[in-house]
């Protein structure tokens, strides 16, 4: 249990969107390898250079190779779900009166065409994506609490790896842990989060929120 907050900044790769799979199958295509790909190698574009150097892709290739992933993240959006059970707990936290952010290496563009698809997009104040290709999301994520003027210690991050808990501690802000997106649980456990939930509904309790 933490300290209950009012406003609640979602990672969206692996933790509000099932996008593990196309990810892989993305990584597959553009590297042309039949190496195994784990999931928790690819995350979102960074991970794509990690595992493109893991199978001995040329560093001059991976501008360019990122540049085709985020197209074809894009044109496969419809091929994307929300998890299950995520689109219950996001109108929930709203209708609670809980200010709701995404903060996420993702474009903003794509972010938002997967919200509008999925009828979420109401229930968000606002969407920072990734504005160049390979951006940190610790900046994106300060650039939110400078823009809409946020305190650190009523806020949460909720994502599933290395770098929410990265962008979260470096403003002082508590972060859960979600199992389901791309890093296993024992990894995300050593990052010492607040809590770790299990499934979406198990937020709603981690934020005393009654069901």
Not at 57 to 72: H, N, S
Not at 115 to 135: E, H, I, P, Q
């Amino acid at each position: 249990m933490i300290q209950k907050p009012k406003v609640i900044i979602f990672d969206f790769d692996g933790t509000i969107a099932d996008s593990v799979d196309v990810f892989i199958d993305i990584a597959r295509e553009i590297s042309g390898s039949h190496v195994r790909i784990e999931a928790e190698e690819i995350r979102s574009l960074r991970g794509l250079i990690r595992f493109g150097q893991r199978i001995g892709a040329p560093f001059w290739r991976f501008p360019l190779a990122l540049t085709k992933v985020r197209g074809m993240v894009d044109k496969h959006i419809r091929e994307i779900d929300p998890f299950d059970g995520m689109p219950e707990v996001i109108k929930k936290l709203h209708a609670s009166g809980y200010q709701l952010f995404i903060v996420s290496t993702n474009s903003r563009v794509t972010i938002e065409k997967f919200l509008k698809l999925n009828g979420l997009a109401v229930y968000f104040s606002g969407v920072y994506g990734s504005r160049k290709l390979v951006t940190s999301k610790t900046k994106s994520l300060r650039r939110l609490m400078r823009r809409e003027e946020l305190v650190p210690a009523i806020s949460v991050f909720i994502g599933d790896e290395f770098r929410d808990c990265e962008a979260a501690r470096s403003v002082g802000m508590p972060w859960i842990a979600v199992t389901w997106g791309f890093s296993r649980e024992e990894t995300l456990r050593k990052l010492n989060p607040a809590a770790v939930a299990h499934k979406p509904s198990e937020l709603l309790e981690l934020l005393q929120l009654n069901k």
